[in-house]
């Protein structure tokens, strides 16, 4: 009976074997985006005490929820310093300010001379649209009218998301202080006049932006369903028993295909970069993303950086060698890494970022 059931193992094996190389044959592309993430490395994050400045943990920033705080970390300096805003991602379902990708950002930045805020807000399983962008929101403006009491410049605002995050961080950029501000942060009823949530540069990492498009975009790349499969493999477990089928459905308490254009337009980034756009156009915009990202399709971040370039809702997903950065508007594509990738984190990377930033804040 043992011999049986080895050999049955081993038919199982084989004939799984062969499935995977004819498939790995017919579909070379996707084939290599599969390779691509399963061979992305992973790097050790430098975890040594941070002794350059002062660091405040877990205030709050809102009443409207015990989750609506933030960890700060202000270096030493005689001069108010640029801040930078972390908005982790998590498909709007998980994670939270100390996210793997929140960390390597604070942990190099602030040893580059820059305040560093990472901030938690309502995940789909407290509240849904637009809960979390208005605590995002929320947490900027609380940021800059407590700016004299911490010590960072509140006229030199960074705002960076990844993933989720990303589509948070872009939204939170583009829309006006009228728009998404539905959560008072503390302290604000004894202000005199209102505290904007403007931001004077936006960094996407990797960003969601059109939710409609979330599955069209991979098959106009090639990607077969069954990669996808495999990418959405937890989330499946994050929605269990809610009744919706992504988690941008839950998120946003809706089913996709019930929602007229208008309201999906009103979804997007792209909607409010064209309504808010003598506003957005003095932005400035990093862009970062790859084209073997099997979580969020790189056509998101193409949209948005067509978007940003020419003001309009209208984008048809491509760059051209036509295509040139608008001033302030920078587009970077990573061939080869994976959703999330560590490497976009690397000292190397992000020094580029600092260059960047130390140039626009000079």
């Not at 099997?294 to 060698?321: C, K």
Request: aromatic share 14%.
């Amino acid at each position: 009976m043992g011999k049986k059931i080895l050999t049955v193992i081993l038919i199982v094996l084989l004939v799984v074997v062969l499935v995977v190389a004819v498939y790995c044959l017919t579909h070379r592309s996707a084939a290599k985006v599969m390779w691509q993430n399963l061979t992305a490395p992973t790097l050790e994050m430098d975890t040594s005490e941070w002794t350059g400045g002062t660091t405040y943990e877990n205030v709050q920033y809102s009443d409207v929820s015990e989750s609506d705080y933030l960890h700060l970390y202000v270096p030493d300096s005689d001069e108010p310093m640029p801040l930078i805003i972390l908005v982790h991602g998590g498909g709007f379902v998980a994670n939270d300010l100390e996210s793997r990708q929140a960390q390597f950002m604070y942990r190099y930045f602030r040893q580059q001379g820059y305040a560093c805020a990472t901030v938690n807000y309502r995940l789909a399983a407290e509240d849904g649209f637009p809960a979390a962008l208005e605590d995002v929101k929320a947490a900027v403006r609380f940021l800059r009218a407590n700016a004299e009491t911490y010590g960072y410049d509140p006229d030199c605002f960074v705002i960076w998301g990844e993933s989720a995050g990303g589509y948070l961080a872009t939204m939170a950029a583009v829309t006006n202080d009228d728009e998404f501000n539905g959560v008072s942060f503390i302290g604000e009823e004894d202000l005199s006049e209102p505290v904007s949530a403007q931001v004077s540069c936006l960094m996407d990492f990797y960003g969601i932006i059109d939710f409609p498009f979330a599955e069209d975009d991979f098959q106009s790349q090639g990607i077969p369903s069954i990669v996808r499969w495999v990418a959405n493999l937890w989330a499946s477990a994050s929605l269990s028993g809610t009744g919706y089928d992504t988690v941008e459905e839950y998120w946003l308490r809706t089913a996709l295909a019930d929602c007229t254009q208008e309201e999906l337009a009103q979804y997007s980034a792209r909607y409010y970069i064209e309504e808010n756009w003598a506003d957005v156009q003095n932005l400035n915009v990093l862009i970062w993303h790859s084209p073997a990202d099997i979580t969020v399709s790189e056509q998101q971040s193409i949209r948005l950086y067509q978007a940003f370039v020419n003001g309009s809702y209208v984008a048809d997903g491509t760059i051209s060698d036509d295509n040139e950065d608008r001033d302030g508007v920078t587009y970077q594509s990573f061939a080869g890494y994976k959703h999330a990738d560590d490497r976009y984190y690397t000292d190397e990377s992000l020094a580029n970022i600092v260059q960047y930033l130390d140039a626009l804040f000079d």
